[in-house]
Nanobody, 112 residues
Framework: QVQLVESGGDLVQPGGSLNLSCVASGFAFRFKSMSWVRQAPGKGIEWLARISSGGITTDYADSVKGRFTISRDNAKNTLYLHMNSLKPEDTAMYYC?????RGQGTQVTVSS
């Protein structure tokens, strides 16, 4: 079955950086576009970024454009999210997403 395992979340100061990873299994990762989404406490799911199956095409939400970079390594079945210039409002649980399936998430907290 499809499994998505996110990692890399942490407590970081405003302005800091983090790298998130998502290891995928149970499907042909290299043939699927993938996304990152997040959910802040008390709020709905916010889509952040998408990457095509081959990694050529990317798309970002305005809230993270220029600060976050999505990438993938199809040889390792792994999706990445590199986050720069983090703000307190980036505090949320972060999930990778395949179709409507997401993993257990990884917590990112931005606070001084």
């Amino acid at each position: 079955q499809v499994q998505l395992v996110e990692s890399g979340g942490d407590l970081v100061q405003p302005g800091g950086s983090l790298n998130l990873s998502c290891v995928a299994s149970g499907f042909a990762f290299r043939f699927k576009s993938m996304s990152w989404v997040r959910q802040a406490p008390g709020k709905g799911i916010e889509w952040l970024a998408r990457i095509s199956s081959g990694g050529i095409t990317t798309d970002y939400a305005d809230s993270v454009k220029g600060r976050f970079t999505i990438s993938r390594d199809n040889a390792k079945n792994t999706l990445y999210l590199h986050m720069n210039s983090l703000k307190p409002e980036d505090t949320a649980m972060y999930y990778c997403l395949k179709d409507n399936i997401r993993g257990q998430g990884t917590q990112v907290t931005v606070s001084s």
